[in-house]
């Protein structure tokens, strides 16, 4: 008599059916899928090695195994050894469902149909499942693998007997393997192999950001605006880098702080008729300075009391974080038009000579977001 084994996956547990080859169902069970359900007796997948070797799985027959994903913690213990598992889509068996079934319910046990299939006929193809549906209830091996990128799980290895135990390392994969006298006959699993080669490809990647910015910061420093630059609250070496690169080094390009602000959109727009009146930000700006403006100023609130009271001082007055930010990019631009142009550091107390000893500045809001 031939068993086969169907596995109905769920996030936190498994249904498991064992039929043999007639269709009739032999056991089911729950099994748990947690870190108890693979170190506990009798819980877990040690539960499903039990069940397995009560119905005759060995070592050197063991029982064919349908589940009806290709990856999580169970699929990747059970690949450990020499079973071979079939990852069959649910919506093959959902489309068996709708062919064989009556009632069409999903734990309708009169499913199986066994005399129109053949179960070995495609047991050795790598990219084909048995076509027995097994498990009443349950999914398992009875059509086709649809899709063969679905993991090509036919022909995986896993353990073969109750007392081959495995320690998960987390809910995504396995750590540790389980005991086998022919380690030879466990290879890695290839989905290791991928994990690394992305693991070089992304230290790579963060080798090269790093010397990227390496060099960012010694070519800013070596800038004779940088230490102005610097002396503000907010602006490190790499946000300094981005302002410089987007304004430039020429001093004559912009003549007015104003033309600074509206080439940033820091400053807003305004239009007036008659007794209406229209205040709103600019859409047409350097996009690029516009952000690290953003950057520099939510930076600045940590580094500067000032910066932070004109901050606490605008939400107060109604505007919205983002209005807030955009209004001290522009007070904060506009000081340092002034101290490049004047060769002088940044200074807090003229900067923001109003602030009072409870932090907040002196004075109305203005009208303007």
């Known amino acids: 008599m031939d068993v086969f084994c169907g596995i109905g996956w769920a996030e936190d547990h498994h249904d498991v059916a064992l039929v043999d080859d007639t269709g009739k169902l032999l056991a089911k069970s729950r099994i748990k899928d947690d870190l108890d359900g693979y170190r506990l007796p009798a819980t877990g ?108 799980a036919a022909g995986c290895q896993s353990t073969a007997a109750p007392a081959e135990g495995v320690l998960p390392g987390n809910d995504r994969g396995v750590q540790g393997q389980a005991r086998n006298p022919n380690p030879s006959r466990c290879p890695p699993h290839p989905g290791g192999k991928q994990a690394l080669a992305l693991l ?102 940590g580094g500067s009391s000032g910066a932070d009271a004109h901050y606490r001082r605008r939400r107060a007055g109604g505007d919205w974080h983002m209005q807030a930010l955009r209004h001290l990019f522009n007070r904060m631009l506009g000081q340092l038009h002034h101290c490049l142009q004047a060769r002088s550091m940044f200074a807090e107390a003229i900067a923001f000579p109003a602030v009072t000893a409870t932090g907040s500045l002196t004075g109305a809001p203005p009208a303007q977001p």
């Open 200 to 301: 070089l490809q992304l230290d790579a990647a963060c080798e090269a950001v790093d010397d990227l910015a390496r060099v960012t910061e010694d070519a800013f420093r070596s800038r004779p605006d940088a230490a102005i630059m610097l002396s503000f609250p907010g602006i490190g070496p790499q946000v300094g880098a981005r302002i410089l690169g987007e304004m430039g080094d020429d001093r004559s390009r912009f003549a007015t702080a104003g033309g600074l602000k509206a080439y940033a959109g820091s400053a807003p727009i305004t239009r007036a008729s008659g007794k209406r009146r229209y205040v709103g930000r600019r859409f047409v700006k350097n996009n690029r300075l516009n952000h690290v403006g953003h950057l520099w100023a939510f930076a600045s609130l």
């Open 45 to 152: 997948y040690r539960l499903l090695l039990v069940l397995l070797t009560e119905h005759g799985d060995t070592a050197e027959k063991p029982i064919l195994v349908a589940i009806d994903t290709s990856r999580g913690l169970l699929v990747a213990t059970l690949r450990q050894g020499p079973r071979k598992i079939y990852a069959v889509n649910p919506m093959a068996a959902s489309n068996y469902r709708d062919r064989h079934g009556v009632s069409r319910k999903k734990s309708d046990p009169g499913r199986p149909g066994a005399g129109e299939h053949h179960p070995h006929r495609c047991a050795d193809a790598p990219d084909f499942a048995p076509r027995h549906r097994p498990g009443p209830g349950h999914r398992g091996p009875g059509t086709r693998a649809a899709g063969r990128g679905l993991g090509q």
